[in-house]
């Protein structure tokens, strides 16, 4: 059937980054009585056959009808309302493409509509219509029309006057200024192979004029100074809803002052922040004049930052400002950029559409939703599953190991909601490095999880210094130094949004009992104890919590059940459980000791974790989590 050929497509150019961003884009199959389009709010890149919404043919196209008859205050709810009584059938109910009118317009099975930034240097450039007829004479050019109601009402106009200039025919390509483009046909394959010649006949054009599509636009990088000091503060002052917002710093590029298309308003705002520093009164002021926070923030010749909501919706804003960069480069070659007019952006910044657009690509929920955490030793064990669950609860999670490959893999793993950076606790340089990373990328940090631990056990009478001095440099100085490289940027983030921020420290019951033949572990967690206590002591004026948790053991995890390097393994061949004679033995030893009978989850510290940060009146605390093996006096 064709409605899987088309949703294939979908996918096929969904994933194509030099057309589709942040999934936008649609695209719809018809029989004779019924049009199926994709909704709003999936991506065309995961499309599947059952995700397109069923609509009426006739009712669709009779939409166009009632709209041309409201008046032009009552034309998109009118318009509306019988989109909505067109719809047969929605997988979760959700709404059709705003533009399903359009789609019912063309009378080929096949319809796909993209925004590349190829294209649209073309319809974003003076000369774009002059050149397109040009360039490509059999397709129809539509001056800009705010999209909804109005444009499919328009687009019936064009389509008949196009028809009657070139015997009855449909055009097969759509050229809409400052938008995009749709394409048409029976055979799916064939607007694949059109959308490909298209961007071949705009890439030699432009490659005549002396521009390469294929080169990024280009800037001085971000003063890493002025990021460095800045990035929190701002950070802080563009928090909304209880949770600051994310932010990156960028190459400071060529902007225009207004917005080209639709879709760079919803995702990177109209205009940008433009200040000579960051400072509460910027932002108050923008916030005043514009009524919402800004998403683009230029410093003049110090820094470009994007700004969202979560760390999605930042991502977003910097594709797209990326993008508004490379189309006003290229539309050098089609005569200088043409950008949307006032009346134009504010019939898209007030449009319910487009806030619903905005809402369907809206973040996560949970008791850390927007957050930002940071989990060193991510890439396994305990740190995997804690990132894991503090990704349930909402956060966008850092995965920061040694293992630098293996966080990589494990944010992958872990889907959009995590990242990776390479650290190593034991060395300075490496932290300031991170600390500079998580600044640059994110703006900062609500939350640090500092798990990254080793562990070696043996006698005291024959464990060698040089292990001693690597369990500490890593259980216990590498805590301390990553507070102390953290801590600064937590302040005056905290400072800008009057929040709380929190370290959360992952000891072990070996922090509140001796451990025997342990003892460079147990003195480490011991002594990050009275860290915790002393830096929360210190860091509570900033706004600042600092508490640990303490693990019973994690049966399951590679520390204990590694068959070589395991703590099972170390136990049973140190002699430490007697009368042992099996690894067996040695487990159910170690089970014995907690009442629940059993060993202790990823999942029961991320509990304890989420619990430190999300309550308000505690600080320099050791949160035990044993199952009732080790209770508090």
Request: proline share 5%; net charge neutral; glycine share 8%.
């Amino acid at each position: 059937m064709s409605l899987e050929k088309m949703a294939a497509l979908s996918r096929e150019l969904g994933c194509r980054g030099e057309l589709v961003l942040a999934g936008g884009g649609n695209s719809s199959w018809k029989d004779s009585a019924n049009l199926y389009i994709k909704p709003s709010g999936v991506a065309l890149a995961s499309l599947q056959p059952d995700d397109f919404v069923r609509m009426d043919r006739t009712l669709l196209h009779a939409s166009m009808t009632a709209g041309a008859a409201a008046s032009k205050a009552d034309r998109e709810s009118v318009v509306k309302r019988h989109i909505d009584f067109a719809v047969l059938s929605s997988k979760n109910g959700r709404r059709p493409s705003v533009e399903a009118p359009l789609h019912e317009l063309f009378p080929q099975t096949c319809v796909m509509h993209v925004h590349p930034t190829l294209i649209n240097a073309m319809t974003c450039g003076n000369k774009g219509e002059e050149i397109c007829a040009k360039l490509f004479p059999d397709a129809l050019w539509m001056p800009y029309v705010d999209p909804g109601a109005t444009l499919a009402i328009e687009a019936e106009k064009a389509f008949r006057e196009y028809a009657a200039k070139h015997g009855g025919k449909t055009p097969a390509v759509l050229f809409i200024q400052n938008h995009g483009i749709f394409m048409a046909d029976d055979d799916p394959e064939k607007i694949s192979a059109l959308c490909n010649d298209i961007l071949a006949k705009l890439t030699d054009f432009c490659k005549a004029a002396g521009l390469d599509p294929a080169a990024e636009p280009d800037g001085p990088e971000s003063d890493p100074d002025f990021v460095r000091e800045n990035a929190p503060v701002l950070r802080g002052l563009l928090t909304a809803n209880g949770c600051p917002a994310a932010v990156s710093a960028m190459k400071v590029l060529d902007l225009p002052e207004d917005p080209f298309t639709p879709d760079h308003i919803v995702y990177s705002g109209s205009h940008p922040l433009v200040t000579d520093s960051i400072s509460k009164e910027a932002v108050e002021a923008y916030r005043a004049k514009y009524g919402k926070l800004p998403r683009i923030i230029l410093v003049p010749g110090k820094a470009l930052f994007a700004a969202g909501a979560d760390v999605s919706a930042m991502r977003r804003a910097a594709m797209f400002i990326r993008d508004t960069a490379a189309i006003k480069r290229l539309s050098a070659a089609f005569g200088g950029a043409h950008t949307l007019p006032a009346s134009s952006v504010k019939f898209i910044e007030t449009w319910e559409m487009e806030a619903y657009r905005l809402k369907c690509a809206g973040g996560s929920s949970g008791q850390l939703a927007g957050k930002i955490a940071l989990v060193t030793g991510g890439a396994q064990g305990f740190g995997y599953g804690i990132s894991e669950a503090l990704i349930k609860e909402g956060a966008h999670v850092i995965v920061a190991d040694l293992n630098a490959q293996g966080a990589a893999a494990a944010a992958v793993k872990l889907g959009p909601q995590a990242s990776s950076l390479a650290v190593d606790v034991s060395n300075e340089e490496s932290i300031a490095a991170l600390a500079d990373a998580v600044i640059r990328d994110f703006g900062g940090l609500d939350l640090f999880v500092s798990n990254a631990g080793v562990l070696k056990a043996g006698s005291v009478k024959t464990f060698e210094k040089k292990s001693w001095d690597f369990v500490t440099a890593v259980n216990y100085t590498g805590y301390f130094l990553c507070v102390k490289h953290f801590a600064p940027m937590m302040a005056r983030q905290n400072a800008a949004s009057g929040l709380w921020t929190d370290f959360v420290q992952v000891n072990s019951k070996s922090g509140l009992v001796g451990s025997n033949k342990n003892a460079a572990y147990a003195a480490g967690k011991f002594g990050t104890i009275g860290m915790t206590q002393s830096f929360a002591l210190e860091l509570v004026s900033d706004n600042i919590k600092v508490n640990s948790v303490c693990p019973g053991n994690y049966y399951d995890g590679p520390l204990w059940s590694d068959p070589e390097r395991g703590l099972f393994r170390q136990y049973f061949d140190s002699g430490k459980v007697p009368g042992a004679k099996t690894l067996q033995d040695v487990k159910d030893f170690y089970l014995s000791k907690s009442p629940i009978r059993r060993g202790c989850f990823p999942a029961d510290v991320a509990k304890a974790i989420v619990y430190a940060c999300v309550q308000q009146f505690e600080t320099g605390q050791a949160i035990p989590v044993t199952g009732g093996q080790v209770m508090l006096n």
